[in-house]
């Protein structure tokens, strides 16, 4: 009962703003906030492991065979929980394929914004084209028409490389696992 006490959300936010940040602890271990809760989070780590040892103990210790080798439990448990280390790179990794698919989409809308005036000048140039009266020459519509299609097959590709082709799920997806990750580290 006294280690999950001392995770509650109560404790853990006492012991960042209160106990870690108190004269006595900043002079006799470390002026680093980060060191500190550093030593605070393997100082429970510890407790943790004591804690399991005693459980895994007890557990041999029954009849009943299911609480036998428990030990190989937490081992299986600790084995699949990935490092520090680990979720840093893929909080960095994720965030990296945001900012990534956020300046595609960037631009993807500067793109768009020039293709909707490459289609307003190739429909004016129609217009004249069509027009008996004007006398302009048939290059520019053909130039005209090039540059739209190739600004057309830019902005498919940006589209396809941009937020624009990501389903909403999958791009929550993603923030929630930042979420999920960032408080571990």
Request: charged share 35%; aromatic share 6%.
């Amino acid at each position: 009962a006294n280690l999950m006490d001392s995770l509650s959300n109560e404790n853990i936010r006492h012991l960042k703003e209160v106990v870690l940040r108190s004269e006595g602890v900043q002079k006799l271990i470390s002026k680093d906030i980060d060191e500190l809760q550093r030593i605070a989070a393997a100082d429970k780590r510890e407790e943790l492991k004591v804690f399991s040892g005693e459980v895994v103990r007890f557990g041999n210790r029954c009849k009943d065979p299911q609480y036998h080798n428990l030990d190989r439990y937490f081992d299986k448990l600790a084995s699949e929980l990935n490092p520090q280390k680990q979720l840093k790179e893929e909080a960095e990794t994720i965030m990296q394929q945001l900012m990534t698919l956020v300046q595609y989409t960037a631009e993807l809308y500067h793109e768009l914004h020039a293709l909707d005036r490459f289609e307003q000048d190739y429909r004016r140039k129609l217009q004249e084209e069509d027009n008996p009266g004007t006398a302009s020459k048939g290059d520019g519509l053909a130039i005209i028409r090039a540059e739209l299609k190739s600004q057309r097959k830019h902005v498919r590709s940006l589209k396809k490389k941009s937020l624009w082709s990501r389903i909403l799920e999958e791009v929550g997806c993603w923030n929630l696992r930042c979420i999920y990750i960032t408080p571990m580290l």
